[in-house]
């Protein structure tokens, strides 16, 4: 399992580079933006850690680039005590989660092992329901053949509610996977979100798929 390291200061790679060998990742390092973009477009890693002050490219640049390109190695930011707004901008950005510096190695450890995991349980290449589907690999989302348009956070929330079809998914573990288990709502954000999600699945069609558990979250059914 390969990690990239993306980090400016040697001390602290060096350190994590050790520790991580130590538990038998292989690991790669880059010392500023552009060239943690460049590796990470150019190898497949398991997961990126990923500094925000960087020379060259800062790490929110460089989470929002390789987004945008339609690469979903999973992301953990270190973000300097304190930075709430950092931490917010990272989720933002399309990063998994985040370590506020200076951070234990066994949390880091245990994040690695939390962020992978939940990588894996939603990781079917192909998940649909009634005409409805999301391919992914390409990172696609069609329906009826047709491709719908969606930002990260409402491919995320649909990702989750597709990999739980039927099932009433709560809002918790709706915002956990959209926004970080951090992340309070302070402006009905779930709601905006999934209302957005929902017309543009639902567009000219008389059933939508989203329908809301009161007092619960969301079930996504036929
Ligand atoms: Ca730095």
Do not use: Q
């Not at 980090?7 to 580079?17: H, T």
């Not at 060239?35 to 925000?52: F, R, T, V």
């Amino acid at each position: 399992m390969a990690i990239l390291i993306v980090e400016d200061e040697k001390k602290l790679v060096d350190i994590l580079k050790r520790a991580l060998k130590a538990e038998r990742y292989s690991v790669d390092a880059a010392y500023d933006g552009e060239e943690g973009l460049a590796k990470a477009i150019k190898n497949n890693y398991s997961l990126i850690i990923l500094d925000i002050l960087l020379p060259k490219k800062d790490g929110f640049a460089v989470c929002r680039e390789l987004r945008a390109r339609h690469i979903h190695t999973p992301i953990i930011m270190l973000t300097a005590r304190g930075g709430t707004d950092d931490r917010v901008a990272g989720l933002d950005a399309g990063a998994d989660d985040y370590l506020i510096k200076p951070f234990g190695i066994t949390e880091l450890f245990a994040r690695i092992r939390a962020v992978l995991r939940r990588r894996k349980t939603t990781d079917a290449t192909i998940a649909k329901i009634a005409d409805l589907l999301m391919d992914k690999r390409k990172h696609e989302v069609t329906r009826a053949g047709k491709v719908v348009i969606l930002t990260p956070k409402e491919y995320k929330l649909l990702d989750v509610l597709l990999s739980n079809p039927g099932e009433a998914v709560t809002r918790r573990k709706l915002i956990d996977h959209a926004w970080g288990p951090e992340f309070k709502e302070a402006n009905n954000e779930l709601n905006v979100h999934i209302n957005y999600l929902r017309t543009k699945i639902g567009k000219g069609r008389k059933k939508p798929l989203i329908y809301t558990v009161r007092g619960v979250g969301f079930v996504l059914k036929e």
